[in-house]
């Protein structure tokens, strides 16, 4: 090409840059959800993008409000346990527990050690299924849909685990203000190292196709960034802190039940992006295994599940004795009951029930088969009656799996709460998610909603 036509094509290239520069440009208002299905149907963002990349985000909450701390202040102490269930319903012992041991700190109850070490196990146990379907749906959400398979394999082993234990897989009701529904059942222990070698293995899997993987690495490393600073200002928790460099965690920081007698280490990362999270949560996965691990070994016996007199009676049976007044010979006998109320018997009662009247339900046997059960039971459960703790105000913190979960309850004295607030930890992450979106595409939106693992029963409760 010669000077002359190099001068005019260079010439065209001037004239269509003036033009593109002269055309107006104008920055387009784009709704996200809460109909698309990476919102969960229940999160709305509103986007304003220059093209792909997001200028500005903000975040509305608020299409799942379920009124649950007004729920809880128009019942009793103990009809809020199974609402609890609904808050994280991904992980529901977690809630269970806090919520549990803020009202044994208004009465000022002490738990048993056993139910302190069941407590932590089944809170461990929670966690991963929480991680696993966390990292699963992530993962599938930017192409590894295998990954998501062998995770949801895994939580399947913890959660058939749960359902032997509670009688429930998800909305499990298992603590009670001062104890628990009942004990472990025969050859958990057993059952429970073999599951937790399998969530092992699947976890190992994953790392070798998502860890080095060049095209989750791209999607992920450096995407959705926070830093430090800004993520402690949002009082942020959980691994999406973690991830920033900051190694707080309320098991560690704050101990409850037995965690100061265990070893196990806070995974923190670096950077604050993506990655980072998956990483965390990957890594909480195998400390939360060997608490488990450890608990097993460290957890006094359990007692053994028979009476004086080795009898055992169906309990419809013992009930329908009882109401014709033949109760002579049932305090010495054992209750044969449905397979959900197992370990919940006079066996097992002193193993994981405090000796509290004024909170713990009776033995089985007790209720079904003398009079003072029979009141005990009623006192406590029926409308109107229900457990009354001193009057007071208290907060208890445990460690969620998206962070902090805390229970403030106060008390007016009567059998209801006279205020309950849940501190949910994915509230303060979403106050926070707009800088993790602003600067990146709009693709980059999935991989970084879905390390927040908002629940939606949590964030609206």
């Not at 407590?119 to 299924?129: C, D, G, H, K, Q």
């Not at 007016?412 to 949910?424: F, I, K, L, W």
């Amino acid at each position: 090409m010669d000077i002359t036509e190099l001068n005019k094509t260079e010439g065209v290239r001037d004239t269509a840059t003036r033009e593109a520069d002269a055309l107006e440009t104008k920055e387009m208002m784009l709704n996200m959800g809460p109909s698309h299905p990476a919102m969960h149907g229940i999160i709305r963002l509103i986007l304003k993008l220059d093209g792909e990349v997001v200028k500005d985000c903000e975040v509305h909450i608020g299409y799942l409000h379920r009124a649950f701390e007004k729920m809880c202040e128009e019942g009793g102490y103990l009809q809020v346990i199974p609402y609890t269930d609904r808050l994280n319903y991904v992980s529901p012992l977690i809630n269970n527990v806090g919520y549990c041991m803020a009202v044994e700190k208004l009465f000022g109850i002490k738990t048993t050690e056993r139910c302190d070490y069941i407590r932590v196990i089944m809170s461990e146990l929670s966690r991963i299924t929480d991680h696993l379907t966390c990292v699963g749906a992530s993962a599938m959400e930017v192409g590894a849909f295998t990954v998501f398979l062998y995770m949801i394999k895994a939580r399947e082993y913890l959660w058939e685990l749960i359902e032997e234990v509670t009688g429930a897989r998800l909305t499990i009701s298992y603590t009670r203000v001062g104890g628990l529904k009942s004990d472990l059942p025969a050859g958990f222990a057993e059952k429970c190292r073999t599951r937790l070698k399998e969530v092992r293995k699947v976890n190992q899997e994953v790392h070798t196709l998502l860890t080095k993987n060049r095209i989750f690495i791209d999607r992920m490393k450096g995407i959705g960034t926070i830093s430090q600073e800004d993520a402690v200002a949002y009082s942020v928790t959980g691994p999406f802190l973690r991830a920033t460099g900051v190694d707080y965690d309320v098991r560690k920081d704050n101990p409850y039940l037995i965690y100061n007698r265990l070893d196990f280490d806070v995974p923190v990362g670096e950077y604050g992006d993506n990655f980072d999270r998956y990483l965390v949560r990957m890594e909480e996965m195998e400390q939360s295994i060997r608490i488990v691990e450890q608990c097993l070994d460290q957890m006094p016996k359990g007692p053994v599940a028979v009476d004086m007199e080795g009898r055992a009676i169906p309990a419809e049976f013992m009930v329908d004795e009882a109401k014709m007044g033949r109760t002579g010979g049932l305090l010495e006998v054992q209750a044969v009951v449905d397979p959900t109320l197992e370990g919940g018997t006079r066996a097992n009662f002193n193993a994981v029930q405090t000796e509290e009247k004024r909170a713990i339900l009776p033995p089985k046997e007790d209720t079904y088969g003398n009079i003072e059960g029979l009141m005990q039971h009623f006192k406590l459960v029926m409308y109107g009656h229900g457990i009354r703790p001193p009057k007071g105000d208290t907060y208890q913190a445990v460690e969620g799996a998206n962070g902090e979960l805390g229970f403030y309850i106060v008390s007016d004295g009567t059998d209801r709460p006279y205020r309950v607030r849940v501190r949910p930890p994915c509230f303060t992450i979403l106050a926070a998610f707009p800088l993790t979106c602003i600067g990146w595409t709009v693709s980059d939106i999935i991989p970084t909603f879905g390390s927040v693992n908002m629940i939606g029963g949590e964030l609206d409760r």
